[in-house]
């Protein structure tokens, strides 16, 4: 959803390229604080870190994938 101010969007897309640069990083971040709770979701992105960045990477750019991943889901305890 955009905002109503467009130079507030402009600063956010600003931000898109940094992101992405660093989206590898985060992910694996990500994936090793999930590891200890959510063993099955850190194992989906260490397994499928690579579509998970191009998911990422294509959201970004306003683009939809008609492709989608399974991803694990975590039952409850």
């Known amino acids: 959803m955009r905002s109503r101010d467009p130079g507030r969007d402009a600063s956010l897309e600003a931000l898109v390229p940094a992101l992405i640069g660093r989206l590898p990083h985060l992910l694996d971040e990500v ?3 999930l ?19 191009v998911a990422a990477e ?3 750019a306003g683009s939809s994938s008609s492709r989608r991943s399974t ?3 975590r039952t409850a305890t």
């Open 31 to 33: 994936r090793r604080l």
């Open 35 to 53: 590891t200890a709770d959510w063993p099955d979701y850190a194992q989906f992105l260490a397994e499928e870190q690579a579509e998970v960045e």
């Open 58 to 60: 294509g959201s970004s």
């Open 71 to 73: 991803c694990p889901s």
